[in-house]
């Protein structure tokens, strides 16, 4: 049972430096969704893609970040520049229906 | 934007014991749905409801939407440890289909 996959499971990265993190969602499923989640807060929402087109970005998605989803499958998150507020975990999560069913376990953005 | 207070944010019991935790809110949803996260992993989908005073149940978990779809509540009968966990709760509203998260009520179930 393949579920939504995320990579890497886990960066440390110096401030300034760009990182990139991908999800590869359930295959079937057209809905893919990105989170970001700090330490005692639930997951806070950063954009939203049906199929290949980036239909919803929050404010928090800054000009520093950009998201793609090029052939509708897997996704990329890549933040430019990075800040030590920057540190989270990263989810991404996959779905038919409207709301995210399946996430992945995330990648955890240290910055030093 | 829309709220979702959920309380307690803490919870500590005993196996065996039974427990509620809420979820509030001032707005509408059109769906609510409650997930369970463990330390290190995405949160797992429990349920999704969507009629007003509806109930759902899960094995020992007994899921309720208000009348008014603006809260709901997860009852919890005799927990057991591998219930400990964060549960959530996500409801979208104002014509967005994209769920916005609580803090999360946070279960520590001691065997």
């Known amino acids: 049972d393949t579920g939504v996959s995320q990579d890497p499971r886990h960066k440390i990265t110096k401030r300034g430096q760009n990182v990139t993190f991908r999800c590869d969602p359930i295959?079937?499923?057209?809905?893919l969704y990105w989170y970001r989640q700090t330490l005692g807060q639930g997951p806070e929402f950063l954009t939203y893609?049906?199929?290949?087109?980036?239909?919803?970005k929050s404010r928090l998605l800054s000009d520093r970040f950009s998201a793609e989803r090029p052939k509708g499958s897997f996704s990329t998150l890549e933040i430019q520049r990075t800040e030590q507020g920057d540190s989270a975990m990263y989810l991404c999560?996959?779905?038919?229906?409207?709301?995210?069913?399946?996430f992945g376990d995330g990648t955890r953005l240290s910055i030093l | 934007t829309q709220l979702l207070e959920q309380s307690p944010q803490f919870l500590s019991i005993q196996e065996g014991e039974n427990l509620t935790v809420y979820c509030n809110s001032s707005?509408?949803?059109?769906?609510l749905q409650w997930y369970r996260q463990e330390p290190g992993e995405g949160p797992v989908l429990l349920v999704t409801?969507?009629?007003?005073?509806e109930v759902k149940k899960l094995k020992r978990l007994t899921f309720q939407f208000g009348d008014a779809r603006k809260d709901s509540s997860l009852h919890i009968t005799a927990a057991q440890p591998g219930d400990t966990g964060l549960y959530l709760c996500?409801?979208?509203?104002?014509?967005?289909?994209?769920?916005?998260f609580g803090r999360g009520t946070s279960l520590i179930v001691h065997p």
């Open positions: 999560a996959s779905s038919l229906g409207p709301q995210p069913q399946h």
């Open positions: 295959s079937e499923h057209n809905r």
């Open positions: 893609f049906q199929n290949e087109a980036q239909l919803e």
């Open positions: 707005s509408v949803f059109s769906s």
């Open positions: 409801v969507v009629t007003g005073g």
């Open positions: 996500a409801g979208a509203s104002g014509g967005s289909y994209i769920p916005t």
